[in-house]
């Protein structure tokens, strides 16, 4: 390994997990509003407190947004927070969203999911 990765990886070590709760892998199709627009996205993970997207349109640290999406056969509705985003290498936009609202039993449906994925 070269001093540079060594140096990398050592940093990466150090960086602290602002996670609050264990992510369960997905990969679903969610419809996300990002400032006013409808966009398909692709959910990868996804916790009680939050969901990641990907992305061809590009997200702003603090926008608004609205999502729908399916898990096992239930539809979540939620509203949230961009909490981070990231260019990947494919061209597409990887974002964080915070969920601040999850309409009816989204968050009973999310937890369960999350639950038996980690299980």
């Not at 915070?98 to 989204?106: K, L, N, S, W």
Request: charged content about 20%.
């Amino acid at each position: 390994m070269t001093p540079s990765a060594l140096n990398t990886r050592s940093m990466l070590q150090h960086v602290t997990d602002r996670r609050r709760a264990p992510r369960a892998r997905l990969g679903v199709s969610v419809t996300i509003t990002v400032g006013g627009r409808l966009v398909d996205a692709l959910g990868s993970d996804v916790s009680p407190g939050g969901i990641r997207v990907l992305a061809s349109t590009s997200a702003r640290v603090g926008d608004e947004v609205s999502l729908v999406f399916f898990l096992n056969g239930d539809i979540v509705s939620a509203r949230g927070t961009v909490q981070w985003c990231a260019p990947t290498r494919g061209g597409c936009t990887s974002f964080g969203v915070r969920f601040t609202a999850i309409e009816e039993d989204g968050p009973f449906v999310v937890a369960t999911y999350c639950c038996s994925t980690l299980s």
